[in-house]
């Protein structure tokens, strides 16, 4: 019996080790287009910023470790052309064939936007693989621009924009063509992250849209270099081709196993949809954290195991400038969008004892005043302050109402937290709101 | 209509401002035995260690505030010698009577082992009310002990015990009635908070009971001071002799809406016993949340609101030397007690990436093979890791299976945590032994 895997980073690898563990005599083989198994691209800026010495330090392991350790085949620099499930086939780009009996397809995503004209000039980055992180590197060492356009204010964005800043780039301009940072459409959480972007010499230009980039200025503002970090489409052309059906969202649909609509072909990471917690709806949400969590369970299934995914909570945190912005479930805009009657509130207050040095932490909430639930939440916060929202993403999990959310059980010590921690001064506000 | 609240503290307080804010006309008098309302006891170990400057700046408020900005009548000094639940009437020390419509008892509770054989020695030191602590922190000025005892390895022992070793004092031991720390019944964590504190020179001794004090040591240990530190009761006599009745706990028996037995008469805070939100059962737990909690929804429900209070996690932190431990629901001894069928896992991971400066986080679990519940969990880490307690018990107050809590959507970043937050590592150990 084998196991074929198409795409050797979070969710591919996941993928092959959950199912090695499950099933020792499985023959398992990990096709990878690029140089690098199990990549961290997360750790992109911050190698960019110097932070991370070099690029190898963010592969967490190597093929030569999953061939020795796991007995798992990997073979990188191969791409595939086609599957072709009616033969249990995968084509690799030179003619060659490879039979499974199993098929995990985890092809991931790619960066939007490197196809706009003037997407190729030298000066024009994503930062997405390695190869990006390490070109970009160069060009900022060699050329020492002083001006610098960010195209999109998602994470990835938001994080190039200060690595840029403390490589020197003097002025950062970030492009966003929504009218709010994060995809969120939250106003209130935009106009805070846009202040604290000011302190650190960032400009935030929001409901910019780019539609090229000419060799010295991207839609009028003067830049010396350009990091795309507009977000991520999904990799399902070969998918589709072969078959496999894409949800409403535009990633490969797949069942709470992670089953396509093929039978033993399984999809993960990237280049999926998954439900939302919140509304039960599918959403494409490129994360590390789901690409593992959904690789893990298709390897899982792929191996005769019986496991489920039950989706998102559309939890996602990034550090910018010392400032932790967290985010989970809906924004009140959203929560309106999802057909909810939602009303927020937004709260700051003191993430601990003030001897201990509290500082001001800010938790928004969103609830629904039909049914009184919790619909989402954002943290602000310094250090690990932030980190908070976990709390919210496990209250979502579960639909709680935010009457129960005001009375849990936090932890309270003058080193770690208030009485009343910022969460549950929030909800107190917001169950204000919801009577 | 008058409202007449016995006791200033967390649970007192709460009640009057959350009565006065949501019924205007209300009067409200509250009846205080000490010189201060409001105030932060849990920052006594800091008052001691000297991060705390003076002890008025753990009193959140003065009466005079509460007369001016919440027209609250609040009477220092006066102690409450009978309730007289059937003339409606409180009776003080001096005969005066006061008449009230509704009434809020929150006496709170005192330190256990005050009343031991020689416990009324100078050397001998409660850490409950500014007072002890003025005196003993006088007392360490003056007379500079080097060897110290603690009786009681709750959080309160832990933090005194630092306290006293960053005062000069060169050996500390504390004396530990149970076979464990805090109360837990846990081999492993008693372990590794007693490795922990050897590094600090604070030696652990467990299954010591302390019978009575002897003027130069306590149970064979030498001590030229003591700090008492073994639990705190509640202080229900009164409320007994009134007519009210206590629960198995030995705290006073209210409802979800903090009513005793007794019609008008509701109670909250440290004297009274509240429902654990993973048996169902009633347990004794004194805790500053807790008792702002009840308190605000005794207030609530005095000031006919209808609010209820659903229960505790059983949810606490402190920090010692610099390792933050965290509980939350029920260990693996307590679970079997409580008659589930436990199991549970304990692992070590790192707390965010390593580039920056993740540091080994320890998460324990529990789980019951029956249900497959989460019933319980530790973390003991560095700073504010310790503070994933709380999603734990967010997990806990929803009844949430183990398998639903190993996918949960906790934040990723490389400056906050891992791709798999140790939470979930531990989640996934566990799953493995629920099968």
Redesign the interface.
Known sequence: MRLVVVGGQ?AGMSAAARARRLWGGLEIQVLERGEWISF?R??LP?YLEG??GALE?LAAHTPEYFRRERNIAVRTGVEVAAIAPARREVALAGGERIAYDRLVVAMGARPKGTGLPGGGLPQVFALHSARDAARLGEFLERRRPRRAVVVGAG?LGLEAAEALRTRGVSAVTILEAAADVLSRGDAELTRRVRAHLERFRIELRTGVEVRGIEPERVAGVPAEVVVLAAGFQPNTELAAQAGLELGPSGGIRVSDRMETNLAGVYAAGDCVEVPH?VTGRPVYRP????A??TGRVAGANAAGERER???????????CCGL?I?L?GLSETQARQEGFDAAAVWIEALDK?R??GGRLTGVGLVGDRRSGRLLGGTVLGE?????????I???L??Q?HVE??Q???????????P???PLLIAAQQLVKLLH
Chains 1, 2 share one sequence.
Do not use: Q
């Open positions: 979070a961290g997360c750790g911050y932070r991370v330090e994470y917690l994360l590390g954290t789901t593992s969590k995914f039950r989706g998102v909570a559309g939890t996602s945190i990034l550090g932790g967290a989970t004892r001897y201990f250090e690990e302050a932030a980190l908070r929202i976990n709390v993403a496990a209250a999990s579960r709680m129960e959310f009375h849990l059980d936090l932890a309270y010590a003058p080193p770690f937290a009485v009343w921690d």
